[in-house]
């Protein structure tokens, strides 16, 4: 794991180095991730909107997330990246169109494929780590104690610690613990990186990369593009609840010849 | 997924109900101490200390019912139409499922708590011919039910076990109804919940009122039957309620969460 982490994180960089000079490299930087995008999309919009009290927070919003892939849900504040995560999620419901994940429209089954990180910590603050644990390992099949535990032994987070007492950051790092620990078909992750330090935002970007399931696709919700962009496949950008691109990031880099952190600022320029 | 729900709704609520019971059972042993000093009347000071001993035991009986009543309302608030409510909603678990875990774990703690206080007087005024005295006399009581009014003594008190049972529930599901719509809200959340419950105790009284007055039936039951009869109409009423409010709230929760 650690070794895949360091592999990634630093091929990444060697692109963002290379788009600075003339040639983009354009080879696959996680070969595991293309041998298993393809097939059905995990997760799908079609003509989706969302309004609140006649504002539209989505509109007509039509896109998909293919298997295997990192993917930057890109944009500035209030564009509707919440919004349209928290549909996948079923904590909104459509006002127009259809959001389906592995095909199906979210429901109690469609939760068991996904992992959630909302934007904010909302972990129960009475529970103690490992009643945390046992929570977790009771709702999903799929989350793998052992890595949990291993990861917040790392983190010098003591098991019969209550949420309430530890610190923000250490609450929030729990919480991507607890998300990243389960082998999930789709991982949502909303803004997990906003209002956290420099090394905070290391430690997460590489809890992330080293701890999903391949097979899986991973949707990550923000606006500070320079940090993530080195993990992204993909990038869906959205402004006012409008789709406005939806590509490969090897795409970008080929055809508009500049980073995704400098595309960003161009299309989103005030 | 409804048992693990329960496991863990019971584990939340028990860190608050376990200690406060364990308090109710410290200061009604105490209360029989001070009982049976405020007797002897040893002393001015032991007077004093026993008279505050019964009123902490007074408070603690009235926290015991209070905060059973809060918990409910505060568990279903901030578990579900809070934070935590995007793990709560997240789980692979039906809104249906929430609502139940909440309701049936509150109805059992009313109950734990009402057994509670019971206890607790029993054991403040404890005494063994006492004791052995109430035994009898719900004996007789329930002898003479059945005797002189000849109703089915055992089945009236099912049918008022059950009318509590219900009515708890429909109480806790009156409160959640309230909050569903309330936290539907962009602003105001507390305020719309509490004006919506009021609204909801005023139509019920309106409906109340006018289905009593009106009430015309002519069954032609007298006595016993008419006694089962009318407890058997308060049962289904509760009930309807209860469905009625039970409905609201898996509605809302469907269609128009709106966490914080």
């Known amino acids: 794991m650690e070794n895949l982490e360091n592999k990634d994180l630093t091929a990444g960089q060697a692109d963002l180095t290379a788009e600075n000079g003339a040639e983009p490299e354009i080879a696959p930087v996680f070969p595991e991730r293309e041998a298993a995008a393809g097939g059905s999309p995990i997760l799908e919009c079609r003509d989706l909107s969302k309004s609140f009290g006649g504002t539209p927070a989505l509109n007509h919003i039509t896109l998909s997330v293919m298997r295997g892939r990192i993917v930057g849900l890109l944009g500035p504040n209030g564009s509707g990246k919440t919004t349209l995560i928290k549909l996948a999620n079923g904590l909104l419901t459509p006002s127009e169109g259809v959001i389906l994940i592995d095909g199906q429209a979210p429901n109690k089954e469609s939760r068991t494929k996904v992992s959630y990180l909302p934007d904010r910590t909302c972990l129960p603050t009475w529970m103690t780590a490992v009643q945390l644990l046992d929570f977790y390992q009771d709702f999903y099949a799929d989350f793998r104690r052992d890595a949990a535990e291993e990861m917040l032994t790392h983190l010098n987070i003591r098991l019969n610690q209550t949420i309430k007492q530890m610190s923000k950051g250490t609450r929030e790092k729990v919480q991507l613990i607890m998300v990243m620990s389960r082998a999930a078909r789709l991982y949502l992750l909303d803004e997990p990186i906003g209002g956290v330090d420099p090394a905070t935002r290391d430690y997460i970007l590489s809890t992330i990369i080293s701890n999903y399931n391949p097979d899986a696709a991973v949707v990550i919700s923000t606006h500070l593009i320079a940090d993530v962009e080195k993990v992204l496949d993909d990038v869906i950008f959205i402004n006012q609840g409008q789709l406005v691109l939806q590509s490969s990031v090897d795409q970008i880099r080929e055809e508009k010849g500049m980073s995704v952190d400098a595309l960003f600022r161009e299309v989103f320029k005030c | ?260």
């Open chain 2, 1 to 260: 997924m409804l048992s693990k729900l329960l496991k863990h709704e019971f584990r939340a609520t028990a860190r608050v109900m376990g200690p406060l019971y364990l308090v109710l059972l410290v200061l009604s042993l105490c209360a029989n101490g001070s009982i049976r000093l405020l007797d002897n009347r040893t002393s001015a000071f032991l007077n004093i200390m026993g008279g505050l001993v019964l009123f902490l035991y007074g408070a603690c009986i009235a926290a015991v019912c209070i905060i059973t009543l809060v918990l409910m309302i505060n568990r279903f608030r901030t578990n579900l139409l809070g934070d935590e409510g995007y793990v709560m909603f997240t789980l692979p678990a039906s809104v249906h499922q929430q609502v139940w875990a909440k309701l049936i774990v509150s109805v059992v703690w009313f109950a734990a708590s009402a057994v509670a206080v019971c206890l607790a007087a029993l054991i403040a005024v404890f005494h063994v011919e006492y004791v052995a005295h109430m035994v009898v006399w719900a004996q007789q009581i329930l002898q003479n039910i059945t005797a002189y009014y000849a109703v089915n003594g055992t089945m009236m008190i099912l049918e008022t076990i059950v009318l509590c049972a219900v009515s708890a529930a429909t109480c806790c599901l009156m409160f959640y109804a309230a909050m569903a719509i309330g936290h539907s809200f962009a602003n105001h959340k507390t305020l719309l919940s509490v004006a919506f419950y009021v609204l909801f105790l005023v139509v019920l009284q309106v409906c109340g009122l006018t289905s009593a007055f009106n009430c015309n039936f002519d069954l032609h039951i007298a006595g016993a039957a008419a006694i089962h009869a009318f407890m058997g109409m308060s049962i289904a009423a509760s009930a309807v309620t209860g469905a009625i409010f039970y409905v609201i709230t898996t509605q809302m929760l469907k269609k128009h969460l709106n966490l914080e």
